[in-house]
């Protein structure tokens, strides 16, 4: 049994008296308060949460976007410096071991930010799918700290920590999934526009020595912008709103990218013999048995993950993730189903423990913010 890994931020969350829950074999905060007003505050306001449980693996070197392009699903190396990448990395039989960010920082350097749980599991791979390549694989996980504030106020709280104008208009002018290297709060920050709630926001990057300083300098920056500290629970919620995946609910090693939906983040252009390349050749032209897909309660109790999705009395699927969703007042889940009831607009049932009602499929994302 591993001991429970704390965060450098650990004792920021004990003196804000947050909950704590295990992830990924992280001590992390789920909640300070209220999970409905941290959700709210980021979807109105700005919310703050440490996400420094996250992985951090460098990889420099001539033949960095090579190395990449064989471990990872996606197109690594035609990525423009300063631009991120969503992909995914695969077994040999092309399932699904996480899936992950790719910031490309300078020609020859990238970073890699895979889900907590995964982290040492993707390090490794990369290491060792490296192997004879010109190129160093760091992991830095370990001495990284992560923190993002989300939502409408996102910009101008990070804009307040700048200490010039240039630094300003770095910040206003950073697209979504890009990055740029800045100094905040007189801190040395990798600053991207990422995010994983469907609001607006930044992920600051930062040596775990500097993270308690950033963070109560964000606190301060915040005070007048409505931020909130916001935990896990809340994450999941928006990113649920969002119809973002989660690795371990949506995403598994017995999930193929045809599976989730996510065909186009695989590069079969690509020259490199990517690892599950073979596999998913395979299993292009066929139909996946089942297909994810976004469900709308049309009662008030929501689904699930591992609930039973029904269509006549006949067994069809699963719930993968579900909860009410806070702002839009139904309630809102993921889940696999039979491709037959895929399409939007069929009406099925959810076994909420020996009493079914009744759900819809719907596009995703359940939400979207206003532009």
Not at 3 to 27: C, M, V, Y
Not at 271 to 277: A, W
Request: contains cysteine; aromatic residues 8%.
């Amino acid at each position: 049994m591993t001991d429970i890994k704390h965060t450098a931020l650990h004792e920021k969350h004990a003196e804000l008296n947050a909950s704590f829950t295990d992830f990924g074999g992280w001590d992390m905060p789920l909640k300070y308060g209220s999970e409905l007003a941290e959700h709210k505050a980021v979807r109105s306001t700005a919310g703050l949460f440490d996400l420094s449980h996250m992985g951090e693996v460098y990889l420099t070197g001539p033949e960095a976007g090579k190395a990449l392009n064989i471990a990872l699903a996606g197109n690594i190396s035609i990525m423009k410096v300063g631009k991120a990448k969503y992909s995914l990395i695969l077994n040999e039989d092309g399932k699904i071991i996480d899936d992950l960010i790719v910031y490309r920082l300078e020609d020859e350097k990238f970073l890699v930010v895979p889900n907590a749980g995964n982290a040492p599991v993707v390090a490794a791979a990369l290491a060792e799918r490296a192997a004879g390549l010109d190129v160093v694989v760091d992991d830095a996980s370990a001495r990284t700290s992560l923190i993002a504030v989300q939502g409408p106020n996102a910009e101008a709280i990070v804009k307040e920590l700048a200490a010039d104008e240039a630094t300003a208009t770095a910040v206003e002018e950073l697209k979504y999934y890009a990055a740029v290297p800045v100094v905040l709060g007189g801190i040395d920050v990798l600053l991207a526009r990422t995010g994983y709630t469907g609001e607006d926001g930044f992920e600051l990057i930062i040596a775990n020595e500097d993270a308690a300083y950033l963070w109560d300098k964000v606190v301060a920056a915040g005070a007048d912008h409505e931020l909130v500290p916001c935990g896990l629970a809340a994450r999941d919620s928006l990113r649920l709103e969002a119809g973002m995946p989660l690795y371990g609910n949506e995403l598994s090693l017995e999930r193929t990218p045809f599976d989730a939906g996510f065909g186009p983040v695989v590069s079969f252009k690509k020259e490199e013999n990517f690892v599950g390349r073979e596999a998913l050749e395979a299993l292009r032209e066929q139909t996946p048995a089942r297909k994810l897909v976004g469900l709308k309660g049309l009662g008030k109790r929501a689904g699930r993950g591992g609930y039973a999705i029904v269509k006549d009395g006949v067994t069809i699927g699963e719930i993968t993730s579900g909860q009410p969703s806070p702002t839009l007042g139904y309630p809102v889940g993921l889940g696999y189903v039979d491709v037959a009831y895929a399409e939007v607009g069929t009406e099925l049932e959810v076994d909420l423990r020996g009493k079914t009602l009744p759900f819809v499929v719907v596009e995703l994302p359940f939400y979207t913010r206003a532009k």
